[in-house]
């Protein structure tokens, strides 16, 4: 019922920003939550940023500072922007939403985020 494409990924260098887009599509009243993770090769997914639909965000404390996540309704587009990134943030980037009355997640296809020192 829900749809997610993520873009914005690539190339940067330490100390620059990045900003990186979830286009959501699909039944978007029933999404609770709304959120940014990051996985690296042969890790666990693990949260960056997430916002509630009637909250406000949490960050994962390695990017609390840096992070803003930001949810676009009228274009149905989430939004990462990480500031001053470093190599320790580079990995895939998977939007995520919600659905709380099932306790299902959806996922994107992810964007990968290279950072160079």
């Known amino acids: 019922q829900v749809q997610l494409v993520e873009s914005g990924g690539g190339f940067v260098k330490a100390g620059e920003s990045v900003t990186l887009t979830c286009e959501v599509a699909?039944?978007?009243?029933?999404?609770?939550?709304w959120g940014w993770f990051r996985q690296v090769e042969g890790a666990q997914r693990d949260l960056v940023a997430d916002?509630?639909?009637?909250?406000?965000?949490v960050y994962a404390d390695s990017v609390k500072g840096r992070a803003s996540i930001n949810r676009d309704r009228s274009k149905n587009k989430l939004y990462l922007q990480l500031n001053r990134a470093s190599p320790e943030d580079t990995g895939s980037y998977f939007c995520?939403?919600?659905?709380?009355?099932?306790?299902?997640?959806?996922w994107g296809q992810g964007t990968q985020v290279t950072v160079s020192s």
């Open positions: 995520r939403v919600h659905w709380g009355a099932l306790n299902q997640d959806y």
């Open positions: 699909g039944h978007l009243s029933i999404i609770d939550r």
């Open positions: 916002t509630e639909t009637n909250g406000g965000p």
